[in-house]
């Protein structure tokens, strides 16, 4: 099939197919003619790097996936999948400090306002209107 059927089943660009196949991410592609032929399979491994992408996994972690014939070391997406898992869970607990921090600010600020007050940590000019 062409390029353009294989975009249409993945909903990836041309551009983006190309640069899969320019990066190792697809076996090479047998031409017909001057058209590039891609077969079902192809299609799967294109969808699965959108999924992967999807994630929030980059392409060189996808291209470390295959082995060297060209199949997927699925010991490596294990590792890769749990790896970013941990990422994940590291950020939300990140994100959980910040949202924690702007409650906090939140409430300084709200009990500020709400009491009228005249103090302000702010250089004057800062605290002339309140917000």
């Known amino acids: 099939m062409r390029i353009s059927e294989v ?10 197919i190309r640069l899969y196949e320019a990066r190792g ?4 592609v047998p031409r017909l003619n ?7 399979q192809d ?18 972690s996808i291209a470390r996936l295959q082995d060297g014939d060209g199949q997927l070391d699925w010991p490596a997406v294990l ?14 607990e990140r994100l959980g400090q910040v949202d924690t ?3 906090q600010i939140s409430r300084e600020l709200r009990h ?6 005249s103090t302000c940590a702010l250089d004057e000019g800062a605290c002339a209107s309140r917000v």
Do not use: F, H, N
Request: charged share 25%; glycine share 10%; hydrophobic share 45%.
């Open 7 to 16: 975009s249409r089943l993945t909903g990836a660009s041309a551009k983006a």
């Open 25 to 28: 991410l697809l076996p090479p």
């Open 34 to 40: 001057r058209y590039r032929d891609y077969s079902t």
């Open 43 to 60: 299609v799967a491994w294109v969808r699965l790097i959108r999924q992967a992408m999807g994630l929030g996994i980059s392409l060189a």
């Open 79 to 92: 590792a890769l999948l749990e790896g970013q898992r941990a990422r994940i869970a590291r950020e939300r």
């Open 101 to 103: 921090a702007l409650q």
């Open 112 to 117: 500020w306002l709400d009491t009228g007050g």
